[in-house]
């Protein structure tokens, strides 16, 4: 749904916030990583793994935005994704931990 959301926004370049559909697309890959290191104990086969989806999410912000006033603009967007995509994660993974104790 996030990927159908993100495609619609960016595919729609005359609409005022279309920089969100790459922030949607980027902040999904780099929060990702963000989670694998926070918890990196539970990963820790998985090292590369966060690394490579950062790096990822970064590079679709240069490839897909065409200018580096759209880059910026879409960094700013990006910000509060990847607060969201953190408390999302967080929420999962202490509802699953609660879970994995009883």
Aim: proline content about 3%; overall charge negative; hydrophobic content about 50%.
């Amino acid at each position: 749904m996030i990927f159908g959301i993100a495609g619609y926004l960016w595919h729609h370049k005359d609409e005022k916030f279309y920089e969100l559909g790459s922030a949607l697309l980027s902040g999904v890959f780099i929060t990702d990583g963000l989670h694998l290191f926070i918890h990196l104990d539970s990963y820790k086969h998985m090292i590369p793994v966060p690394i490579a989806e950062m790096v990822f999410g970064l590079l679709l912000i240069i490839i897909l935005e065409r200018n580096m006033k759209e880059r910026l603009r879409c960094c700013v967007f990006l910000v509060p994704v990847i607060g969201l995509g953190l408390l999302g994660y967080t929420v999962l993974f202490y509802l699953t931990t609660i879970e994995a104790i009883y």
